[in-house]
């Protein structure tokens, strides 16, 4: 099956330092690959879109200029926080899209855990 | 804007019980749905979605536009089916757009 991977798994930062984020599909080409944030107990909610070669796409209230999104190949989609302060901390998943098998579906990384201190 | 709705936090039934997990959405297009599972410590899987109309681990969920709601149902809980439960719509189908996930639904079987 399709495989998603992050890395790092968790990381813990000072404030006003910066942390990347990297989102890789295992064994198939994603063209496009989504950000998640989810704050303890609450849903995912959709960050941005980040499709290959371009320019990601932001969800309203996210701050491009703080978390910046770089897919440089069909398998690796990064996120960085910028300058994070502890308000950053959250568990951060992405996704990536396969079109694989006929059917046209996300699958999920294990996500990273990041805490700013 | 297009909305999730899971009305239950928490759902608690003994095994053999039936199941149903609600979910209502909201959105003036034509959405796909989908249950997403999270086992402890596990990632997100898919259980399944409204278009292909399967059955996944004897659960199966059936869209109702007239209501829009798009609730799980197993008629046998198993202990195994202890998880974290996602309702989550995509604007336009597939794997295309970013999913409007509701806040979920922790399910527990009781033995």
């Known amino acids: 099956g399709a495989v998603v991977s992050q890395h790092p798994s968790w990381v813990i930062c000072k404030s006003g330092t910066s942390v990347k984020i990297e989102c890789r599909s295992l064994?198939?080409?994603?063209?496009?690959m989504f950000w998640y944030r989810q704050f303890p107990k609450q849903s995912l909610m959709l960050m941005a879109t980040?499709?290959?070669?371009?320019?990601?796409?932001?969800e309203q209230g996210v701050e491009k200029d703080k978390f910046l999104i770089n897919h440089a190949s069909l398998t690796l989609s990064t996120l960085t926080v910028t300058s994070a302060h502890p308000e950053d901390s959250s568990f951060y998943i992405c996704?990536?899209?396969?079109?694989?098998?006929?059917?046209?579906?996300?699958?999920f990384g294990p996500g990273t855990r990041l805490t700013v201190l | 804007a297009q909305r999730v709705t899971q009305p239950e936090k928490l759902l608690s039934v003994f095994k053999g019980a039936p199941v149903e997990l609600k979910c209502n959405y909201s959105?003036?297009?034509?959405?796909?749905l989908f249950w997403y599972v999270q086992y402890s410590r596990q990632r997100l899987q898919l259980l399944l979605r409204?278009?292909s109309r399967e059955s996944i681990k004897g659960f199966t969920a059936d869209l109702n536009k007239g209501e829009t709601s798009f609730h799980l149902k197993k008629p046998f809980a198993q202990e195994e089916d202890s998880a974290m439960y996602y309702c989550?719509?995509?604007?336009?189908?597939?794997?295309?757009?970013?999913?409007?996930f509701g806040k979920g639904t922790h399910l527990i079987i009781q033995p």
């Open positions: 989550a719509l995509s604007r336009r189908g597939g794997g295309a757009d970013g999913l409007t």
């Open positions: 064994d198939f080409q994603a063209t496009t």
């Open positions: 959105y003036s297009g034509s959405p796909e």
């Open positions: 409204h278009i």
């Open positions: 996704s990536a899209r396969t079109l694989g098998g006929g059917t046209d579906t996300q699958y």
């Open positions: 980040s499709n290959e070669g371009s320019k990601a796409t932001y």
